[in-house]
Structure formats: C-alpha cells, structure tokens
C-alpha cells in the first residue's frame, strides 16, 4: 500500500473529513505554513507530495507516532496498538530523562526594534525608520514585526517603563486593542477606545486621563501591540 493509499485509509478509518485533518495539523504548523483540505486532496491523489514539516503534522493529526509508520512501506512486522503504546510510554520515560533527552536550542530570528521610545505617558517621537536588529526567541509572539521600548509607567501593570513591546504592522486597529501611534507627531502606546463620544487613547494606569482624538489631530496607527 502506497503512503497515498495509507493517508486516505487512516482518515477514512477515524471518520474525519479532510477539513477536520487539516484543522488538526494546525496545531503541530505555523500559521504561515498551515495546509488547506484541497491541499490534502491533491496528496491523496499523487497530485502533490507534502514536505517534511507537513508531512510530520499530518503523521501527528492522524496519530501515528512515527513519520515513517505512515509514509515508509516495510515488510518487517508492525507493532499491534498495545505495542504502540508501550513504545510510547517508554518514549516519554526517555524524554522525561536528562541522560537522553536532546537539547533543542530556541529557534532565533532578527526583528528591528526602534530607537526612539514610544512613551506610555506624555508622547515621545515614534515616526522614525533608524532601528536596531535583535536576535529574539520563541518567547516573543511569531506574529511580531517590530518593537518598541517604552518611556513612562502609563501602561503598568502590564507594561513597565523601559520594556520592549512588541507589534506587528497595522494601520488600522479593533477597538479595545493596544496600539502604537502617531498623534500629532507624537507616539504613543496605548489602548484604543471608540465610543459614540468619538476616539480617545486609554492608559492602563488609571492616574493617567483618557487622550481624546478630535478631527483636527492627525492620527496614525503604526501597529497593533502583541506581546
């Protein structure tokens, strides 16, 4: 039987759709990589062949332990499901074991972070393009594009003075969002308030009183604060 013919069958046999494989391989791919139920069609039917990342979270979604149980032909003998899942129990013993755990480094990448702070307080200068790279990991959110490091204590508690927030590019933004923007060339972080009284620009810390936006302010959002 064919990898092919095996992806169809172990769908088939749980009773899921394409749509409800795919929504389940999301779990196991970035957003930017995640496949749509055609996409599956085209493997089922030797259009198209998944690649590696794709190829493992479609294994997951389909509950194989290994890769190569679902993409490998072997004539060897194959572990009934009993056996399947001693092997994954002993799996776990091993991971959960520092002698033979592997160490996997944090995946890094560059995102610029700008130098002029945007304030959380009285408004700095944010509409400048002279930035610095920083080398970030995981912990910062993968739809991040930018960062900002902020002046003033109007965001605590959940942002401090000095911090780095991260956005990503918006020029528009949902109300109730946390926001970077320009008013009238000065930036500012802060949550983004719409109401039948218009648009104001709210500070996490209540000592600070709401900004009010009138029509004659010019007013630009830069991007949408994610983390």
Not at 112 to 132: I, K
Request: hydrophobic share 40%.
């Amino acid at each position: 039987m064919s990898w092919r013919d095996r992806i169809k069958q172990a769908r088939e046999a749980q009773k899921l759709t394409r749509e409800q494989v795919v929504a389940r391989m999301h779990a196991y791919l970035p957003a930017e990589k995640a496949v749509v139920a055609r996409t599956l069609a085209a493997w089922e039917g030797g259009d198209r062949e998944p690649k590696v990342t794709q190829a493992i979270a479609l294994a997951r979604a389909l509950g194989y332990h290994e890769v190569s149980e679902l993409f490998f032909d072997s004539d060897e003998a194959r572990l009934n499901k009993l056996g399947l899942d001693r092997l994954e129990e002993y799996r776990n013993l091993l991971l959960h074991s520092p002698q033979f755990r592997e160490n996997v480094q944090p995946v890094l990448r560059v995102l610029p972070v700008y130098l002029q702070p945007a304030s959380a307080g009285t408004g700095q200068w944010l509409d400048d393009d002279v930035s610095e790279e920083m080398e970030v990991d995981d912990s910062v959110p993968a739809n991040a594009e930018f960062g900002v490091r902020l002046a003033g204590d109007s965001m605590s508690p959940r942002f401090a003075d000095g911090q780095i927030v991260w956005a990503r590019k918006a020029e528009t933004a949902e109300n109730g969002e946390i926001v970077l923007c320009v008013l009238n060339d000065q930036g500012y972080c802060k949550k983004l308030h719409r109401d039948e009284h218009g648009v104001s620009l709210i500070s996490l810390n209540t000592k600070y009183a709401p900004i009010s936006i009138t029509e004659a302010d010019e007013f630009r959002i830069m991007g949408c604060v994610v983390g």
